[in-house]
């Protein structure tokens, strides 16, 4: 130890006030306010169990919503699927009776009669069309992707393998195939 370091120790201890009757309530009240503080610095600090429960509920509430938003994004995807479904399941009940207006324009032969047969057709056509239901092209060279060959001819004036004619008109619904075309292929 060095002696400077001594001497401030020495004076310490010479300056130290002993507790006398006289100063001694002094020397206990200063004492008490030492503990209250001391005692309010602890009751400010939480128990460390709450801080341990309190990010368990956190993540409990995280977890339940991130597991009902992906619910949610299912039961949408599902509806979805099963409008477009049903959609599709009503157009194809539909088509039979759209196919009547073909076999009409083969059997009519008043030239007024069959013009209104070609336009209630073609209207019905073009609202299928903006309800997103379009019409398989028949014709250029078969594909099975979207025709179903019915007959085959090998007397027609097109290469092998090219549609001849078509039967019935073929449709999808947004690229999905609805009914293939059915149509008469060059053998």
């Known amino acids: 130890m060095s002696k400077h370091h001594t001497e401030n120790k020495e004076n310490l201890e010479e300056n130290k006030i002993e507790p006398t009757p006289e100063n001694e309530a002094e020397h206990e009240t200063e004492n008490e306010e030492v503990n209250e503080d001391l005692n309010m610095e602890e009751e400010a600090i939480p128990p460390p169990e709450e801080e341990v429960e309190l990010p368990n509920y956190l993540n409990d509430l995280l977890r339940l919503q991130a597991e009902f938003d992906n619910y949610r994004k299912r039961m949408q995807t599902a509806l ?4 477009q479904d049903g959609f599709m399941d009503a ?3 539909f088509l039979p009776a759209l196919d009547s207006f073909k076999m009409a324009t083969d059997m009519i032969t008043d030239k007024n009669t069959l013009m209104g047969i070609k336009f209630i057709e073609k209207g019905i056509l073009d609202t299928l069309s903006k309800m997103g239901v379009d019409v398989i092209d028949a014709s250029g060279k078969f594909d099975p992707n979207l025709h179903q060959a019915i007959d085959t001819d090998s007397t027609a004036d097109v290469e092998s393998g090219y549609i001849v004619k078509e039967a019935y008109k073929g449709f999808t619904y947004k690229g999905k195939v ?7 292929v060059k053998k």
């Open 80 to 83: 979805g699927e099963a409008r």
């Open 91 to 93: 157009i194809t009940q």
């Open 178 to 184: 609805i009914r293939y075309s059915q149509v008469i």
